[in-house]
């Protein structure tokens, strides 16, 4: 799936051609197509099949509602972190009991909300939050479906700032603690034990921290049955990586393979939590260059997008690539590129190779996931527009914010 081609040499979301999408919609702008995220979604499904599963989107990822909507038609299910997340599943189409609920500090009004609308499944991070979900369900009348997340101590090899799977990280319950915590969370009435859940982070593009952690979680589903406790969902979390740079990621139908041989002849029904995989590669962003300018021997594009829209250059280093919409005479220099934000981290990218003169438009690719959900307001800037594109269609489904709502909340004394 190439949702993203060039057209006479003109960068193409689907049929539509960025320039144009910029000429409508302003700058900066996300774009996403619907084509690459269904095909990414059925990926899954497809690699799945013969074996009873659900695949839940990481709804942090993208948690725009018309990409909530595409995938809940497909019949997707949904893993969220926050009330707000659950409202944006269930505004979009998503079943309630398509729903895991993820994270380690769910609320007590969370858990109330998720209760009242019948979610699938609690994915319960600490002993102390099924206590309070356990009298929470008690009062309301109540059966929780519970899985516990257990934290199987593996190295993801991935960005320190997105591995989840260390005993040091916050976070999930220990291995060494996780058959106790079974063990309470049978006796408790308002608990039903369903099963078992781990995620080891994000953009892993090996295959072995999966199967180092499946060894570990079937191991202690198989200790579990000798003490009497059957679960019937292995939620095996998201993480899969995506090629930003050169990275060789894993592929979706391996992946699946070891899931499925780590499982074996259990009657287990595996659900996965993939966001970056889905969305990341099913969108870009458009940012038009204000300026160049030229310190010493640096040459710098400051462009009308910042750290503010894309956080991920800035917080992690990481790496996205960027090209110029159009093709150009000009001559190819090495820039930074760099956004308006009154801090040296606001860079989008460093020494890339760019033809451009002032005015010309530019697509940070890959910026489908962790990109508008992350961005802010600030230096008091309005959060960019997002348009889905559909073959020769395109959406606007979320407008540019306006900069008077931006303080709309905010009063002075009297
Ligand atoms: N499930 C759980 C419980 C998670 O915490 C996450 C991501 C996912 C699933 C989805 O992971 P994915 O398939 O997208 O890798 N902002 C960072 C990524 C943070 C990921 C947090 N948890 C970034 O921009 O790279």
Redesign the pocket.
């Known amino acids: 799936m190439t949702p993203f081609k060039r057209v006479d040499g003109v960068l193409h979301a689907e049929n539509q051609s960025c320039s144009a999408l910029a000429e409508q919609f302003g700058t900066p702008l996300f774009v996403y197509s619907k084509a690459a995220l269904e095909s990414a979604w059925q990926e899954f499904a497809g690699a799945l099949q013969g074996r009873e599963h659900l695949v839940c989107y ?1 709804v ?2 993208n948690s725009n509602l018309a990409v909530l909507n595409v995938l809940a038609k497909l019949g997707s299910g949904f ?1 969220i ?1 926050s009330a707000g997340e659950l409202r944006r599943v269930l505004n979009a189409g998503g079943r309630p009991d398509h729903i895991v609920f ?2 380690v500090g769910k609320s007590e009004a969370e858990l109330r909300e998720a209760l009242a609308v019948g979610i699938r499944c609690f ?1 319960v991070e600490s002993q102390a939050e099924l206590e309070r979900l356990a009298v929470i369900a008690a009062q309301v009348n109540v059966i929780a479906p519970i899985s516990l ?1 257990v934290n199987p101590d593996v190295d993801a090899q991935t ?1 320190p ?2 591995s ?1 799977g260390l005993k040091e990280n916050k ?1 999930g319950i220990g291995m060494q603690d996780a058959r106790a915590v079974y063990a309470r969370a049978v006796e408790l009435d308002s608990i039903k034990v369903i099963g078992m859940d781990c ?1 080891i ?4 593009t090996t295959i072995e921290p999966y199967r180092d952690a499946l060894a570990k979680l079937i191991s202690l589903v198989d200790e579990l049955a000798t003490d009497g406790i059957h679960i019937s969902d292995l939620d095996v ?5 995506i090629r930003y740079e050169n990275e060789d990621p894993m592929d979706i139908g391996d992946w699946a393979n070891c899931v499925k041989n780590a499982i074996g002849n259990r009657q287990l029904q595996i659900l996965v ?5 889905i ?2 590669p099913a969108g870009i962003m458009l940012t038009r260059v204000e300026y160049l300018k030229q310190n010493e021997d640096k040459h710098f594009a400051v462009v009308d997008a910042a750290m503010n829209d894309l956080i ?1 250059p800035a ?2 280093s ?1 790496w996205q690539a960027i090209e110029a919409v159009e093709p150009s005479t000009e001559p190819a220099k090495h820039y930074d590129v760099v956004g308006p934000i009154c801090e040296s981290a606001d860079f989008l990218g460093k020494d890339r190779e760019l033809a451009i003169q002032q005015g010309d438009l530019l697509a940070v690719l890959t910026a489908g ?2 990109g508008f959900v ?1 961005s802010s307001n600030y230096n008091t800037r309005a959060r960019a527009a997002e348009v889905m594109v559909s073959g020769d269609a395109a959406h606007l489904v979320r407008k540019r914010e306006d900069l008077d709502d931006l303080f709309a909340g905010e009063s002075v004394l009297p």
């Open positions: 990481a942090k990822a893993d972190v993820s994270g994915n997340r960005h700032y997105i989840t976070f995620h982070g994000s953009q892993l979390g998201g993480g899969q990586g939590e993939p966001g970056r995989y969305a990341g991920r917080l992690y990481a996931a962790y992350m």
